[in-house]
């Protein structure tokens, strides 16, 4: 079998396997919702069937990548009296039409998906981090047959080795069942991923706004410098962001639409978002301990607190999967994790802040306009309108700000320009979404319906 053909099944069982999670858990999501989001979380859940195979000590073989993906793909439609409602309605026709619009923006975007599937194939991995992490145990997990390999086992390395290793198991797995299709450098899923998230982002925005002002932002965020660049480029911090941002929009959707389905698959997407990054867990309950007083306005305390609870006992579990049992079960050495763990200093926040903003926040080169633009739309809409229209989006975008430089001042190795820096791929697009929410966008939007109905009426 080929690559591209393992390829093609592989996404189809995963398009599966999320499907099936999602007709589970039930959420009010149109498909243009679902399969995007179906395909991201299939994509988890073949890591998790991996990684079970590598608790159970089974070889790591091309047959071991297409069976695991075979599972994943079965055990979510074990019930199949639930989720075959769900596929009944999925096959209806499209409800919305291409404008001209779209078909102009969404030709860039497919030269651009061009350039990033090209770039993945052609390239061999480049980050260091990659090199001598995420990448390094995949390839020797491949060649070794086994997760607990030579990177890890051998004498002289032991003594020797960063922290890399031990870490992102969400993309060092991915770099596994990538090489095991036969790719040689693996990195064909970040594409796939850039692919999905581009598309989620794209939907959302053109649910909330016309779409002529949808596509400008998402071209605002598309062509965002620094996160085009890791479209293609083996790291952990597009992937988490891909997790994380949908995990907050269905929580947000969840708490706007009494949907309790959305609310449990925002609950998948966080638990991914710790799969794939190990600070994503501080970054995730910070947001949702800063969201309790506008879920318990939605409903009570009671049922916020309750939420709270399950959800952070489930990405909790996912956690120390890899990091508590994963590490004192399996592995023959450990990371030095506490050795770079310092005490909350003021004055160190305050110089990480600063930097933060100044270094990296307000750096035209890594993000282009928009957090120029953000303030400037946020403040001439709450002047406008007195209040604000997106507290949910603002909260967590304020929870990830704290997050990131308390990240900074705890953690030695959390270097401002390098790792907060690709922290903030996770920011960029709550940013743009809560711009599309803005009463100001919301009322340009109405203009251009209007104006829109009456040329052509």
């Known amino acids: 079998m080929n690559t591209t053909v393992s390829l093609v099944i592989t996404l189809l069982l995963q398009l599966v396997s999320g499907l099936g999670v999602i007709a ?52 979510p439609n074990l019930a199949w009296p639930r989720v075959s409602k769900s596929y009944g309605e999925w ?3 499209p409800k919305w039409s291409l404008s001209l619009s779209d078909i102009v923006t969404l030709g860039l975007a497919s030269y651009l998906a061009y350039a990033a599937f090209w770039a993945a194939w052609y390239w061999p991995v480049t980050p260091f981090d990659a090199v001598v992490g995420i990448d390094l145990v995949a390839k020797t997990a491949v060649e070794d047959g086994t997760l607990v390999n030579r990177v890890f086992t051998d004498p002289f390395l032991s ?26 450098s693996g990195q064909m899923w970040v594409p796939i991923v850039a692919v999905c998230f581009m598309w989620f982002t794209w939907v959302e925005l053109r649910r909330t706004l016309h779409h002529v002002l949808a596509n400008v932002l998402w071209l605002l965020l598309l062509l965002t410098p620094e996160m085009l660049g890791y ?15 949908p995990g907050v929009l269905l929580f947000w959707r969840a708490i706007r639409e009494d949907d309790r389905g959305s609310m449990w698959l925002s609950t998948v997407f966080f638990a991914a978002a710790c799969w794939s990054r190990t600070d994503a867990i501080i970054l995730v309950e910070l947001g949702l301990i800063a969201s309790l007083p506008l879920v318990a306005r939605a409903s009570s305390w009671k049922h916020a607190t309750q939420t709270f609870v399950v959800q952070s006992v489930i990405m909790g579990v996912v956690f120390a999967l890899w990091h508590v049992l994963y590490f004192n079960a399996y592995l023959p050495v450990r990371p030095s994790t506490s050795d770079q763990l310092l005490g909350f200093d003021l004055a160190r926040a305050l110089t990480v802040s600063t930097s933060l903003f100044t270094n990296v926040i307000a750096d035209v080169d890594y993000w282009g306009w928009v957090f120029l633009v953000f ?18 989006l603002l909260v967590w975008i304020g929870a990830l700000l704290v997050g990131f430089i308390v990240i900074g001042t705890i953690f030695s190795a959390a270097i ?5 820096r690709r922290g903030i791929f ?21 203009y251009l319906s209007n104006w829109e109905a009456g040329r052509t009426s």
């Open 91 to 93: 096959p209806a026709m």
């Open 416 to 420: 401002v320009e390098q790792t907060l």
């Open 426 to 446: 996770k920011l960029v697009p709550l940013v743009v979404l809560a711009m599309a929410g803005t009463q100001l966008l919301q009322t340009a939007s109405r």
């Open 375 to 392: 303030p400037v739309v946020l403040i001439a809409d709450i002047v406008r309108q007195r209040k604000i229209e997106t507290p949910m």
């Open 24 to 75: 589970l858990l039930r959420p009010r999501i149109t498909r243009s919702v679902a399969i995007p989001s179906a395909v991201l979380i299939g994509m988890f859940m073949h890591t998790l069937v991996l990684f079970a195979c590598a608790l159970a000590s089974v070889e790591i073989t091309r047959s071991l990548g297409m069976i695991s993906a075979v599972v994943a793909a079965v055990l």
């Open 159 to 184: 003594q020797h080795l960063s922290n890399q290793p031990f870490y992102a198991p969400f993309a060092m797995f991915l770099q596994v069942i990538y090489r095991l299709m036969g790719y040689a």
């Open 231 to 245: 479209t293609y480029l083996v790291q952990t911090d597009y992937l988490n962001a891909a997790m994380f941002v």
